[in-house]
């Protein structure tokens, strides 16, 4: 059996981070989670861009800008989107979360889905500050060992 996959130890790859600013304090938190992890993994933090969009819904045309510059092995998406009291979050987090994968598959480049849907602010929180369960230091280790699985197998 030949097994093929990412490798997080590789140091040679470019990231992006798209950010959102709604919900602006849990977004921080996925933020510093990211960097914390690339940091962490030989990363320059001042060699990533972040573009801070206005909210979660805007993220994917953003990524799809960024892809289509070929200067980036994996974009990392941030963002939060909470349940409130009317559809808007049904919404929202289906455009996002579809826009996010179409972006990926398009142009053959890792879209890392780091965005929170959940049902109150209190479960949004509980993903974002400093600790293990940080999404968005997930996000960017999932940024890392898929930037180098796509090289593996030829991307």
């Not at 990231?15 to 600013?21: C, E, G, N, T």
């Not at 993220?59 to 998406?77: F, G, M, R």
């Not at 009291?85 to 996002?96: D, Q, R």
Request: net charge negative; hydrophobic share 40%.
């Amino acid at each position: 059996m030949n097994i093929i996959e990412g490798n997080k130890k590789d140091k040679n790859f470019n990231f992006a981070i798209i950010q959102s600013r709604f919900n602006e304090e849990i977004c921080d938190g996925l933020l510093s989670g990211a960097l914390n992890c690339l940091k962490e993994s030989g990363y320059n933090e001042n060699n990533i861009p972040v573009i801070k969009v206005p909210g979660a819904f805007e993220i994917p045309l953003v990524a799809e800008k960024l892809a289509s510059q070929n200067k980036y092995d994996a974009i990392i998406c941030l963002g939060a989107v909470i349940k409130g009291e009317t559809a808007h979050f049904e919404y929202v987090s289906k455009a996002v979360t579809d826009g996010i994968l179409q972006v990926g598959l398009k142009y053959g480049v890792p879209v890392i889905f780091g965005v929170l849907t959940t049902y109150d602010e209190s479960q949004a929180k509980e993903r974002s500050v400093e600790r293990e369960n940080n999404k968005g230091w997930e996000a960017a280790n999932t940024a890392i060992e898929m930037a180098s699985l796509m090289k593996k197998i030829g991307s």
